[in-house]
């Protein structure tokens, strides 16, 4: 009966620990397979997957494989199965788009069997990709999805009816840090005073909130800031109310941005809101 072992490699003290170089290639044996999984956020993505194979008669060939994501940030993903050889290296890169860091990430691993029956024998790559910067294996280091920087997105929101106030979701898939969020309020003539709240809130629950620094009457026009490291105004300014957002990392797919005005009068109305927001992939790697 065949047995399998394993060797246990040292993390390169001068890559934080972080990079295992191998210190062989992986052996197959016709079970096998390369699965490749890809999550993106950018229209147009192609991931490409290359590698060097040896064969057991000493040939060493080169393979392409080339997987279309879907924008929506959901797994795409392709089964390779691998003849019986060595896997000797391989590289992940992105064509067909210019993604940045945060928009692509690729997990590429070795299975054996498919299906239920599958078992996970080794990870080979896993982290973010472009066009210009890509993985490969054996040594770049295996990286979380939520903990590479992320990518910062300039976005507007939905312009909400009368008397309805500004509600923006996070989407499925995506980490949102909000940096920055703005909306202009106008009034109508009823004499009484608004004062907008920006709220957040994950799976219902509230989490935060933001009152503005001022009221608004009858009949005004003013543009509702809120910002990162931003401390609430002392001289509220007609045209531009500012508040301060909180720095405690990233809101998950399905949470509530949202504004909350107190004594919204039917002929109220808040326009389209703009808002910055650094997003990572909520991967299920």
């Known amino acids: 009966m065949a047995l399998e072992r394993t060797f246990l490699a040292t993390p390169v003290p001068s890559a934080g620990g972080r990079v295992i170089v191998s210190p062989f290639q992986f052996a197959v044996d016709g079970s096998d397979h390369l699965r490749i999984d890809a999550w993106n956020s950018l229209t147009g993505v192609s991931l490409q997957?290359?590698?060097?194979?040896?064969?057991?008669?000493?040939?060493?060939?080169?393979?392409?494989?080339?997987?279309?994501?879907?924008?929506?940030?959901?797994?795409?993903?392709?089964?390779?199965?691998?003849?019986p050889g060595y896997l000797v290296n391989l590289t992940a890169l992105v064509?067909?788009?210019?993604?940045?860091?945060?928009q692509t990430f690729v997990s590429i691993k070795l299975q054996r069997g498919l299906g239920a029956a599958a078992i996970i024998l080794?990870?080979?790559?896993?982290?973010?990709?472009?066009?210009?910067?890509?993985?490969?294996?054996?040594?770049?280091?295996?990286?979380?999805?939520?903990r590479a920087g992320g990518v910062f997105r300039a976005l507007t929101g939905t312009d909400p009816a009368a008397s309805n106030d500004c509600v923006e979701t996070v989407p499925?898939?995506?980490?949102?840090?909000?940096?920055?969020?703005?909306?202009?309020?106008?009034?109508d003539a009823t004499a009484v005073n608004r004062r907008p709240s920006l709220k957040m809130a994950i799976g219902g629950i509230v989490v935060f909130t933001s009152p503005a620094p001022g009221f608004l009457g009858a009949n005004q026009t003013s543009t509702f800031i809120w910002a990162a490291g931003l401390a609430h105004d002392t001289l509220i300014a007609q045209s531009n109310?500012?508040?301060?957002?909180?720095?405690?990392?990233?809101?998950?797919?399905?949470?509530?941005?949202?504004?909350?005005?107190s004594s919204m009068q039917a002929g109220d109305n808040w326009g389209a809101p703009q808002f910055l927001v650094r997003e990572t992939l909520e991967v299920d790697a």
């Open 122 to 146: 080794g990870l080979l790559v896993q982290g973010y990709v472009t066009a210009v910067q890509g993985l490969g294996w054996p040594g770049s280091p295996i990286e979380d999805s939520a």
């Open 241 to 261: 109310i500012t508040a301060g957002l909180p720095t405690f990392g990233a809101l998950p797919g399905g949470s509530i941005i949202s504004t909350e005005t």
């Open 95 to 102: 064509t067909g788009a210019a993604p940045r860091i945060g």
């Open 172 to 187: 499925t898939g995506a980490q949102w840090d909000l940096a920055a969020f703005s909306a202009v309020l106008s009034t």
């Open 49 to 83: 997957v290359s590698y060097r194979f040896a064969e057991l008669g000493g040939t060493i060939v080169a393979h392409r494989r080339d997987l279309a994501l879907t924008a929506d940030r959901v797994r795409n993903t392709l089964v390779v199965p691998l003849q």
